[in-house]
């Protein structure tokens, strides 16, 4: 099973949320893609070229990733409204 990785942001962004429901829902969408790192609802963003990125939903949210298969690692690069996200 691979590691999850949070970029120093994004572990900050979410360290500073306030609605707990939200924070047990994006961190059990988190630990479902260790379990299933492409799951259907996972869609690529093409703006990140260097690296596959994926991102999924979770209400109005987004967590950006990728997949490091050598390190066995999902690296989170970004978690935010849809609107800040990309």
């Known amino acids: 099973?691979?590691?999850v990785r949070f970029e120093?942001?994004?572990?900050?962004?979410?360290?500073?949320l306030k609605?707990?429901?939200?924070i047990k829902r994006?961190?059990?969408?988190?630990?479902?893609?260790?379990e299933e790192p492409f799951p259907s609802e996972a869609v690529r963003v093409e703006e990140y070229k260097k690296d596959?990125?994926?991102r999924v939903r979770v209400v109005?949210?987004?967590?950006?990733?990728y997949v490091d298969y050598e390190k066995s690692l999902i690296a989170i690069i970004n978690i935010d409204k849809?609107?800040?996200?990309?």
């Open 60 to 65: 109005d949210y987004r967590i950006l990733y």
């Open 82 to 86: 849809r609107s800040k996200v990309y």
């Open 8 to 16: 120093r942001s994004t572990e900050k962004f979410v360290l500073k």
């Open 52 to 54: 596959r990125v994926f």
């Open 26 to 34: 994006i961190l059990r969408k988190i630990e479902e893609l260790k």
């Open 19 to 22: 609605d707990k429901t939200l």
């Open 1 to 3: 099973m691979p590691s």
